[in-house]
């Protein structure tokens, strides 16, 4: 299913997710020739996944090099247009997982993230927005977990309880939490 196809068939769960679906759906639909790529400068697609233990109290996350922030995994379409396959692609690269799995196909989350501006590669990057489609990803607490150096410096299994005191940015705090409670509405 394209990405496109997914965020249509996303059923918003609040009003914040009302409006970040239309806006998002509104602006896939004016820049259609580079709303996948980095070329947007102002927003483009991006992918997310919560990586959970299979009984849904253990979180594992990257501690990541820009923001200095314990984090989920994700990252950018570039050209990819099936948002679960980033989201899976970038668990793996970003954690050193083998096998990880969706809990569920289904987005569970639509959230438009500010992204402020950076040092990436030596180079500036402006302050722009991730339009963001985001999965509960499952995984088993004893598989090897290796760093992605370039990108973080750290991954490390928390207990969900531990999440308001490792997470600096509360605007995530809050995307973590209802997607948590999702995922155990449907396991």
């Not at 253990?58 to 990541?64: A, K, Q, Y």
């Not at 247009?81 to 969706?102: F, N, Q, S």
Request: hydrophobic letters at 35%; charged letters at 25%; aromatic letters at 10%.
């Amino acid at each position: 299913m394209t990405y496109i196809k997914q965020i249509e068939a996303f059923t918003p769960y609040n009003q914040q997710e009302t409006n970040d679906k239309r806006v998002i759906l509104d602006y896939i639909r004016l820049f259609p020739h580079n709303i996948l790529t980095r070329e947007n400068e102002f927003a483009h697609i991006t992918s997310s996944g919560l990586i959970l233990n299979p009984t849904l109290n253990r979180v594992l996350l990257i501690h990541h090099n820009i923001y200095n922030s314990w984090a989920w995994t994700g990252g950018h379409a570039d050209g990819d247009t099936d948002l679960l396959e980033i989201a899976l692609k970038e668990a793996r690269e970003e954690t050193g997982l083998c096998h990880v799995k969706p809990l569920t196909n289904q987005l569970l989350t639509i959230d438009i993230l500010p992204v402020y501006g950076h040092i990436k590669r030596g180079k500036y990057v402006c302050s722009h927005q991730h339009l963001n489609g985001a999965y509960i990803l499952i995984a088993d607490e004893d598989e090897p977990l290796k760093i992605k150096p370039d990108e973080n410096s750290g991954v490390q299994w928390f207990d969900v309880e531990q999440l308001e005191k490792v997470i600096s940015e509360p605007y995530f705090l809050d995307i973590y939490k209802k997607i948590i409670k999702r995922a155990r509405v449907l396991q």
